[in-house]
């Protein structure tokens, strides 16, 4: 059984930097692709970074160049760092998997999500 617990959203002015945390628990969680997801309302989901469990990344357009996925598996973690954020990015970020380690098949697993506002 996997848990996903999101940490570390806040309110931050622009053109700061934040780190999101995911503590991921449960059996052979460190095979399966894991993503970043963000949603703000009245916006649809939208992908931030994934990441497979051959530790190939890959970022959004909107967020390329400024954000960065890592997994820590001695900690359990998978972090987003996110530098010069805007307003834009202002979100309910959320940790998934897709049971799968080449992310195929679709995320389908979705921590409770951290909000991140920035002004």
């Known amino acids: 059984h996997v848990q996903l617990v999101e940490s570390g959203g806040g309110s931050v002015r622009a053109g700061r930097s934040l780190t999101l945390t995911c503590t991921v628990s449960g059996n052979s969680w460190n095979n399966y692709c894991l993503g970043w997801f963000r949603q703000s309302p009245g916006k649809d989901r939208e992908e931030v970074a994934r990441?497979?469990?051959?530790?190939?990344?890959t970022l959004a357009p909107s967020v390329k160049g400024r954000f960065t996925i890592a997994q820590d598996s001695a900690k359990n973690t998978l972090d987003l760092q996110m530098n010069s954020l805007t307003p834009e990015d202002t979100a309910m970020y959320y940790c998934a998997t897709t049971f799968t380690w080449d992310c195929v098949g679709g995320f389908n697993y979705w921590g409770q999500g951290t909000q991140v506002t920035v002004s």
């Open positions: 990441i497979d469990s051959k530790g190939t990344s």
